[in-house]
T-cell receptor, first 117, second 111 residues
Framework: DVKVTQSSRYLVKRTGEKVFLECVQD?????MFWYRQDPGLGLRLIYF???????EKGDIPEGYSVSREKKERFSLILESASTNQTSMYLC????????????????FGEGSWLTVV | GENVEQHPSTLSVQEGDSAVIKCTYS??????FPWYKQELGKRPQLIID?????GEKKDQRIAVTLNKTAKHFSLHITETQPEDSAVYFC??????????FGGGTRVLVKP
């Protein structure tokens, strides 16, 4: 069974703080993703990574950065947290079959609820 | 990039009735269309998916239909039960194996 683990479920941070959200998957997946979930807006992609040390911007990368030093670990970094980054953050992973339309199931973590005050 | 619109945003149905959720997308090159279910406080999980070489797919009480010409696909839940109450997300695979999601539909099944 695929397991995607997000180390922090609930965090409260102050404006301007640096925030790290950690994610680990145990299925040797090449692809890893960070999504943000807000009511009515669905899941919006922040960053994704195809391989170690590789990263690409998603649809809403502003104010975020990522790090992938090991295949199983993908970190989301908020360099200077702001109140509009209060949200639920979902990490996900998938195998990389290559080619569009191959249909890789994405497996999500439980989510990290971040409140910035 | 890909744009996915999902309707309705909320759906209330009587237990035993059917529920239908529709999504439209913009990129005609998209070929993979999954649906995820997210129960309260839990992670989204894949419930059914369809590829562009198929027009319809069924799995027990759920089915998905795809109209590539019109660029829309729908989730159908028959004989709804209380455990079907959840938020449902449609998604479309964009280039690079990444998914673009719709805004979600909150389904409430009333006993």
């Amino acid at each position: 069974d695929v397991k995607v683990t997000q180390s922090s479920r609930y965090l409260v941070k102050r404006t301007g703080e640096k925030v790290f959200l950690e994610c680990v998957q145990d299925m040797d997946h090449e692809n890893m993703f960070w999504y943000r979930q807000d009511p009515g807006l669905g899941l919006r992609l922040i960053y994704f990574s195809y391989d170690v040390k590789m990263k690409e911007k998603g649809d809403i990368p502003e104010g975020y950065s990522v790090s992938r030093e090991k295949k199983e670990r993908f970190s989301l970094i908020l360099e200077s947290a702001s109140t509009n980054q209060t949200s639920m953050y979902l990490c996900a992973s998938s195998l990389s079959y290559g080619g569009r339309g191959r249909g890789n199931t994405i497996y999500f973590g439980e989510g990290s609820w971040l409140t910035v005050v | 990039g890909e744009n996915v619109e999902q309707h309705p945003s909320t759906l209330s149905v009587q237990e035993g009735d059917s529920a239908v959720i529709k999504c439209t997308y913009s990129d005609s090159a998209s070929n993979y269309f999954p649906w995820y279910k997210q129960e309260l406080g839990k992670r989204p999980q894949l419930i059914i998916d369809i590829r562009s070489n198929v027009g319809e797919k069924k799995d027990q009480r759920i089915a998905v239909t795809l109209n590539k010409t019109a660029k829309h696909f729908s989730l159908h839940i028959t004989e709804t039960q209380p455990e079907d109450s959840a938020v449902y997300f449609c998604a479309v695979e964009a280039a690079g194996n990444k998914l673009t999601f719709g805004g979600g539909t909150r389904v409430l099944v009333k006993p």
